[in-house]
């Protein structure tokens, strides 16, 4: 038997950020994995959970592995691990009458905003998922974030990333 070397996840140097306190707030989400059956107190039959690196544009607050259970979130953020996704969290009226948060993409001056961080800060979630977790081993499902591709420099290369964060949300016109 050949011993392995052992270092924790990390999972509890984990940020919280609830999707409450983020409701309407300009957001830069880097969805990290999507893990299913994760049991908590209030769901000890298992629940689905997207696990992320969040960042606060207006703040440059930055949370690293952040989980979020919201079935809402969940279902529309599952299908984009590995991706930096341009998006702000709503309250949506559902068909049963209760209030859900749901992502929604930024527009506007919103999404000039968040393209603007993303030039100006590269890899910075990635440095510090790193510097917190050792590599990025906080999660098995971690994804390599989606960073926009280098573009000329001055207003062009704002437009090539709003570009590439509009196709990324597959935002034609």
Known sequence: MELAGFTPNGGVDSDTLKASDAVETPLIVVVRGHKTGIVTQFKPDGADVIEC????????????????????????????????????????????????????????????AAAKWASANGDRLDRERAERFGGGSSAPQTAPAAHAAAAPAGGAQQDAEIAALRAQLGITG
């Open 53 to 112: 690196d969040v960042v606060k544009i207006a703040t440059d607050s930055t949370f690293i592995g952040v989980g979020w259970f919201n079935a809402g979130i969940v279902n529309d953020l599952k299908g984009h691990v590995g991706k930096a996704l341009p998006i702000k969290l709503v309250y949506k009226q559902t068909k049963s009458g209760r209030a859900a948060i749901v992502p929604v993409a930024l527009e506007g001056a919103e999404l000039e």
